[in-house]
T-cell receptor, first 113, second 115 residues
């Protein structure tokens, strides 16, 4: 059973471009979470999704950021019109329904130049 | 709202000595508590969890943690540190009474084990 897969591992975007980050949860996991980590800082919750539903997006900026977890395919975190302050590591985690801990992917490191 | 505090940005310990990484939490209901470790440029690896039962829980790589309800703490411990334990450690909490499944993380503590 492969772990949580995130791609790309590294992503460079110019200011104003769009960034798309993908997360394939572990097999059988229907819950997906996205976190952002700035250098030398902790993880900040962004959004919690179940298949086709956003459960909690309280940590996600209201503008430019969106997330989805379609019935088929990976979860996508989309950042439009990126700015330098969006540069960070973005981690995805997944868990089965009614499970306690979440399992993390290796992260996508976004650099905005 | 739930929160986690890790009061030490960095903990230094000599190899072979015991180590403690501190964590305190706040939730409105019963807590589910977790420790994760992060190595450079990697994702988080699960170490151990407290859900219910014995206050002392044992996890991977010889780590253990003690749940103390009165002090709202969940400190991570290891009897004898290894240089390879050097990494960033995160404590996390989930409210057992919250239908949402969100983990809230502390700011992390960097553990440096010197030979």
């Amino acid at each position: 059973n492969a772990g949580v897969m995130q791609n790309p591992r590294h992503l460079v975007r110019r200011r104003g471009q769009e960034a798309r980050l993908r997360c394939s949860p572990m097999k059988g996991h229907s819950h997906v979470y996205w976190y952002r980590q700035l250098p030398e800082e902790g993880l900040k919750f962004m959004v919690y999704l179940q298949k086709e539903n956003i459960i909690d997006e309280s940590g996600m900026p209201k503008e430019r950021f969106s997330a989805e977890f379609p019935k088929e395919g990976p979860s996508i975190l989309r950042i439009q019109q990126v700015v330098r302050g969006d540069s960070a590591a973005y981690f995805c985690a997944s868990s089965p329904a009614n499970y306690y801990e979440a399992f993390f992917g290796q992260g996508t490191r976004l650099t905005v130049v | 709202a739930q929160s986690v505090a890790q009061p030490e940005d960095q903990v230094n310990v000599a190899e072979g000595n015991p180590l403690t990484v501190k964590c305190t939490y706040s939730v409105s209901g019963n807590p589910y508590l977790f420790w994760y470790v992060q190595y450079p440029n990697r994702g988080l690896q699960f170490l151990l969890k407290y859900i219910t039962g014995d206050n002392l829980v044992k996890g991977s790589y010889g780590f253990e943690a003690e749940f103390n309800k009165s002090q709202t703490s969940f400190h991570l411990k290891k009897p004898s540190a290894l240089v390879s334990d050097s990494a960033l450690y995160f404590c996390a909490v989930r409210d057992a009474n919250n239908a949402g499944n969100m983990l809230t993380f502390g700011g992390g503590t960097r553990l440096m084990v010197k030979p």
